[in-house]
């Protein structure tokens, strides 16, 4: 569990990189591990997902998965959606 805002937040099961493996250099703000984050999503179900930094690498949903785009600034950063059937 992490501690961050007002109360203890889960932090997700699933792949992720680690998080001295991001440049946030140049980001306004920097990050610390599991402070959250929202990533806004592309297809799917979902408009957006609210992440623990560093977020997931995939997430399953209902009908395939979503796939962390973190290529670039952080205001970049997306899930785009990858049918099952593909």
């Not at 501690?3 to 493996?21: F, L, N, Y």
């Not at 250099?25 to 990050?31: D, H, N, R, Y």
């Not at 929202?38 to 979503?66: D, F, M, N």
Request: with cysteine.
């Amino acid at each position: 569990m992490s501690w961050k805002g007002t109360r203890w937040m889960p932090v997700p099961a699933g792949p992720r990189h680690s998080p001295d493996w991001y440049d946030q250099s140049g980001e306004p703000q920097v990050l610390e591990p599991g402070d959250r984050l929202g990533v806004p999503c592309h297809g799917g179900p979902c408009q957006s997902r609210l992440e623990v930094y560093p977020p997931r690498l995939e997430i399953a949903e209902k009908g395939g998965t979503y796939v962390l785009i973190d290529i670039g600034p952080r205001a970049a950063w997306h899930y785009q959606f990858v049918p099952a059937d593909a």
